[in-house]
Nanobody, 127 residues
């Protein structure tokens, strides 16, 4: 059974940093693509970042490029989203998602591509 559990959200001032974690179970390392999405109040859920199964490819939304970094630690079965230079518009519930897939270079920017989701963690950035 696949499970994803996010943690690391919280309240931070603009310009600050947070690292979100996505603890996984039931997944084989290098056999799943990882994605982060977010949903702000009154808005649709949107793509933030994605990592290929091989960890060789990444993709970012233009709004976070250069500020956020997606990664995965296979020894810990955990994915991460390092968020720097946070802005008030980054305030949202952040979700991690996974898809068991080949090829190892697969990247998913569309949330419908993912099969498994975490429960979300709240990130609030104050101005």
């Amino acid at each position: 059974q696949v499970q994803l559990v996010e943690s690391g959200g919280g309240l931070v001032q603009a310009g600050g940093s947070l690292r979100l974690s996505c603890a996984t179970s039931g997944l084989t390392f290098n056999r799943y693509g990882l994605g982060w999405f977010r949903q702000a109040p009154g808005k649709e859920r949107e793509f933030v970042a994605a990592l290929s199964p091989s960890r060789s490819r990444t993709s970012y939304a233009d709004s976070v490029k250069g500020r956020f970094t997606i990664s995965r630690d296979d020894a810990k079965n955990t994915g991460y989203l390092q968020m720097n230079s946070l802005k008030p518009e980054d305030t949202a519930v952040y979700y991690c998602a996974a898809r068991i897939t080949f090829p190892s270079t697969w990247i998913g920017r569309d949330q419908s591509s993912y099969d498994y989701w975490g429960q979300g963690t709240q990130v609030t950035v104050s101005s």
